[in-house]
């Protein structure tokens, strides 16, 4: 069984681990050495990042929603207001990441639609996500949850130009909560 609940300060070194694990098993795939070298894997470092996060911005400016299986945290999601300030959006999926053996279970669509929920609870009527135009994910947001792609793209600053990002988005947020019944 999964439980999906909101992330607390102690998840820190959860959420830390998680993304680091699926970041590189994600990216390693796909992108040359160099370009994975750039970005900073420094587990302790992420685990700071996180305890910042969840202590100074959670249910502020960030909801960040965790995954639970058999006792054990298998993925999460972080979202807010849109950090970019793209035209008729106005909030963001800042990150969503599944550890491999818990993929292909529908745990992102979950997260996705929770995390929507509480978008539109806080008066947020649509979401943008930006995803590395060479991520095999923009499959799952556009085929699987049906984001249109926005036709705008920026450089990836880390990857000092090498990479880029495209949007895609939700006009309506509602579109991603199941009815309940």
Same mark, same amino acid.
């Given at each position: 069984?999964?439980?999906?609940?909101?992330?607390?300060?102690?998840?820190?070194?959860?959420?830390?681990?998680?993304?680091?694990?699926?970041?590189? $098993?994600?990216? /390693?795939?796909?992108?040359?050495? *160099?370009?994975?070298?750039?970005?900073?894997?420094? !587990?302790? $470092?992420?685990?700071?990042?996180?305890?910042?996060?969840?202590?100074?911005? !959670?249910? =502020?400016?960030?909801?960040?929603?965790?995954?639970?299986? *058999?006792?054990?945290?298998?993925?999460?999601?972080?979202?807010?207001?849109?950090?970019?300030?793209?035209?008729?959006?106005?909030?963001?999926?800042?990150?969503?990441?599944?550890?491999?053996? $818990?993929?292909?279970?529908?745990? +992102?669509?979950?997260?996705?639609?929770?995390?929507?929920?509480?978008?539109? *609870?806080?008066?947020?009527? /649509?979401?943008?996500?930006?995803?590395?135009?060479?991520?095999?994910?923009? =499959?799952?947001?556009?085929? +699987?949850?049906?984001?249109?792609?926005? *036709?705008?793209?920026?450089?990836?600053?880390?990857?000092?130009?090498?990479?880029?990002? $495209?949007?895609?988005?939700?006009?309506?947020?509602?579109?991603?909560?199941?009815? !309940? !019944?």
């Amino acid at each position: 069984m999964t439980l999906i609940r909101p992330a607390t300060l102690n998840d820190a070194a959860a959420i830390a681990t998680i993304h680091l694990s699926s970041w590189i $098993a994600a990216f /390693s795939q796909f992108l040359p050495d *160099e370009i994975v070298a750039l970005k900073n894997l420094d !587990e302790t $470092a992420e685990i700071k990042k996180w305890q910042g996060r969840l202590n100074e911005e !959670e249910g =502020k400016t960030r909801w960040t929603f965790l995954s639970i299986q *058999e006792g054990q945290a298998v993925a999460f999601i972080t979202g807010g207001p849109d950090r970019s300030e793209t035209a008729n959006y106005d909030a963001e999926l800042y990150q969503i990441y599944v550890l491999p053996d $818990a993929q292909q279970q529908g745990l +992102g669509k979950d997260l996705v639609s929770i995390l929507a929920k509480k978008l539109a *609870e806080k008066g947020f009527r /649509s979401m943008l996500v930006w995803v590395m135009t060479e991520n095999p994910a923009i =499959k799952f947001y556009h085929d +699987g949850l049906g984001a249109q792609n926005l *036709e705008q793209i920026r450089p990836i600053p880390e990857t000092k130009g090498a990479l880029e990002e $495209a949007a895609y988005g939700w006009p309506d947020i509602r579109s991603l909560v199941p009815d !309940e !019944e």
